[in-house]
């Protein structure tokens, strides 16, 4: 059976990127599914001399493990200032040190979400173009706008044409 690692990019507690990243990576047909949290990757902030002192933080070593031991990886991006979060680029910046293709050459879905109705189409663009210098494949993405008015934590995505537009993208993935 195959391995989906999920997560939403975000250190919220009650992420709407990852009940979004959750929903999506249980679209695919005979795959397990692994939710990460990103709380369990929270290092102090990257640095090079922090580095230098101590070494590659354990827990970015964890994360690259996870990524390795997936066959696809899904993941929804929380945008602040039109970005990644903090949380998630800490953790990205860490585990590049390891190997700068962080995403090991797996195939990727990368979402995003938020209230607004762009639903994090920024964060999305740079990650869909940053990915595969990081040894992400690129499979499809996904913005889902107005979280709030367009999901429900028992259904998913309610907007038909949005979960249609989300599962005609995930049945294009091959992995």
Do not use: C
């Not at 929903?23 to 047909?29: D, L, P």
């Not at 070593?61 to 979060?85: M, P, Q, R, T």
């Not at 903090?86 to 195939?107: C, G, H, M, Y």
């Not at 762009?118 to 913005?143: C, H, W, Y």
Request: net charge negative; aromatic share 10%.
């Amino acid at each position: 059976m195959k391995k989906i690692i999920a997560f939403g990019a975000s250190s919220s507690k009650n992420s709407i990127n990852k009940q979004l990243a959750t929903f999506a990576a249980n679209q695919f047909q005979n795959a397990s599914v692994e939710i990460l949290d990103l709380n369990d990757y929270e290092m102090p902030i990257f640095s090079v001399d922090k580095q230098a002192e101590n070494g590659i933080h354990p827990l970015a070593h964890d994360f690259y493990a996870k990524i390795g031991s997936a066959d696809l990886i899904v993941i929804s991006f929380a945008e602040h200032n039109g970005n990644y979060s903090t949380a998630f680029k800490n953790v990205l910046d860490w585990t590049s040190r390891i190997n700068a293709k962080t995403f090991q050459e797996k195939p990727m879905l990368l979402l995003a979400t938020s209230p607004g109705a762009r639903g994090g189409s920024s964060v999305l663009e740079i990650a869909t173009k940053r990915f595969p210098f990081q040894g992400g494949i690129v499979k499809g993405s996904f913005s889902l706008p107005s979280f709030n008015d367009n999901f429900d934590v028992e259904k998913g995505i309610t907007n038909e044409e949005l979960k249609n537009q989300l599962l005609e993208i995930v049945n294009s993935i091959e992995f």
